[in-house]
């Protein structure tokens, strides 16, 4: 029996598409909002639908795409069977079994386009699937949440970074500009490690390498030179300096309120100026370019796609500002917007998707 490829990426992403929903309707009642419930622990598996579910399945059906291998796709399908069995609320063992299994690919994914391609950001790569493997071996030995959470932050944030650096190619860095990236890396990862030991020290370190690496990105990276250009471009480049930002912002909330990575609002900041600030930055700013890749289908960019961009920042803002003032209203209020910029995102979309059809 012949398989459609097409067909089974798009089953995919609707996966995908699954865990994002169901890890904003667990984020939503998170904070304080009143929605019905499967179940009364759906809360906790926020973080696995969003991280090992939406984030693994996307960049794992990215990754095998580009590799063109079958057996990379087990990636976003261990990611994708992982969601859904943590949606059934069987033990953490299964779950994490699968999550482990898709990262331990996604490690071998790099390692096989190092081997084509002998390159720097394939070892940056490497790490981002290395740092998630270690969050998804925790999380499968029951280790709490907050210990996990600094390896998931960093699966994504050395993905971007990894891409970012491979970009910048281009501009030819000198040697000391390379080593800085390094560094900022290699301090992000000191930071990472340590947190099994003392984890206020850890997130400190960690915080400095995330701002460091954070600066190199505002510096280096190729956004000034496309924020000039009318339509993709700069709607491209707005969305990655505005991540870059919240990414900085991120790491200094990590500097400055390490004592506090457990639990509590400070905490809602440390983790969503990095997941929502930087990543979904990313997201919003790729979408028009890796969803065609991935699907084959149109996706033109419109005007449009700034609102969700401009919902997802002031509501940021919003929670952020009431996440460090101690202050709830504007913290669920910012956290409702949020939601309600990534779900704009879906709509706006599928709608741009639908009006290219029709022409």
């Known amino acids: ?23 904003l309707w667990a984020g939503v009642v998170r904070m304080g909002w009143s929605l019905p419930l499967p179940a009364p622990e ?22 095998a795409v580009a590799l063109q291998r079958w057996w990379a796709y087990g990636i976003p399908l261990f990611s994708a069977l992982a969601a859904l069995s ?33 390159s720097e950001h394939f070892i940056i790569m490497a790490l981002s699937a290395a740092a998630w493997s270690v969050g998804n071996i925790l999380w499968f030995g029951g280790a709490a ?16 970074a990894g891409e970012r650096l491979e970009l910048s190619r281009l501009r030819r860095p000198p040697p000391l500009v390379r080593l800085s990236f390094q560094a900022s890396i290699l301090v992000m990862l ?20 995330i701002f460091a690496l954070a600066l190199w990105l505002l510096r280096y990276d190729l956004v000034w030179q496309s924020v000039r250009q009318p339509g993709l471009p700069r709607f491209m480049a707005l969305c990655l300096i505005a991540g870059y ?38 997201i919003f700013a790729h979408a028009p370019i890796i969803l065609p890749t991935i699907t084959g289908v149109a996706l033109p960019f419109q005007r449009i796609f700034y609102l969700h961009v401009a919902l997802l920042h002031a509501g940021l803002l919003l929670r952020v500002a009431g996440d460090i003032g101690l202050a709830l209203s504007p913290q669920r209020w910012g956290g409702l917007l949020n939601t309600l910029a990534i779900l704009l995102f879906v709509v706006n979309n599928v709608r741009a998707v639908r009006r290219e059809r029709k022409l």
Do not use: C, K
């Open 42 to 63: 759906f809360v906790l598996v926020h973080g696995p639908l969003m991280v090992v579910g939406f984030l693994g399945t996307l960049i794992g059906l990215e990754r």
């Open 190 to 209: 000191v930071g990472m490690a340590y947190s099994s030991f003392d984890v206020p020290a850890a997130i400190r370190l960690a915080g400095f390498g």
């Open 1 to 23: 029996m012949n398989i459609n490829p097409a067909r089974v990426r798009f089953v995919l992403i609707g996966l995908a598409g699954i865990s994002l929903l169901a890890g």
């Open 86 to 118: 943590v949606l059934f609320a069987p033990p953490a063992q299964l779950p994490a079994s699968l999550a482990i299994a898709a990262s331990i690919l996604l490690i071998a994914v790099f390692i096989a386009l190092y081997r084509q391609y002998p």
């Open 245 to 282: 930002v919240w990414l900085a912002l991120g790491g200094i909330l990590w500097i400055g309120f390490a004592q506090f990575f457990s639990a509590g609002p400070r905490y809602d900041a440390m983790l969503h100026a990095i997941f929502l600030g930087f990543v979904f930055s990313m």
């Open 145 to 160: 949440m907050f210990m996990v959470v600094p390896w998931w932050v960093g699966f994504p944030v050395f993905m971007i």
